[in-house]
């Protein structure tokens, strides 16, 4: 079940890459300029007639597939999935990163509501996964925190 699960994923990232990387004007692939470009994306289908955020399933699963795996190759992570069955990606820190979830968030609520894949992408690349995030919290605690 996890297998053809994991399969899921691979496949949308496929997708996305496949569907997406001739539309945009960025070298596509799992990379930053990749992420933006969807983040972009996301924002140009919200602001289209007659967008629905309830139906939005099938782009939360290649989009949050996607932007996973661009997480994951970042930062030597890999997917793993909770207790409660929500999939995620593992980062080396070992703290969790919910790409489903943010796409989700941004279909929902947008730029305008501070959603952003490509700010997830930036703050799980450069902090998180690096313990950069961890780090500055145990400064802001002070020594009697730790």
Known sequence: MEE???????????????RLGPLSDVDFGLNRES????????ERQRSRPGFDPEQIDGLVGVLGSFLGACVAA???????????GAW????????MAFPFT???K?????????????????????????????????????????
């Open 4 to 18: 053809d699960e994991l399969r899921l994923i691979q496949e949308n990232v496929t997708l996305a890459i496949d």
């Open 35 to 42: 992420v933006e470009w969807v983040d972009g994306f996301i």
């Open 74 to 84: 970042a930062t030597d992570g890999h997917w793993r999935r909770t207790d409660d």
């Open 88 to 95: 995620g990606v593992l980062l080396p820190d070992g703290s």
């Open 102 to 104: 943010k796409v989700r």
């Open 106 to 146: 941004q279909f929902r609520g947008g730029a305008e509501e501070g959603e952003s894949i490509a700010g997830f992408y930036r703050i799980a690349v450069g902090f998180v996964a690096t313990g950069k995030l961890r780090e500055a919290r145990e400064r802001e605690a002070g020594p009697d925190a730790r």
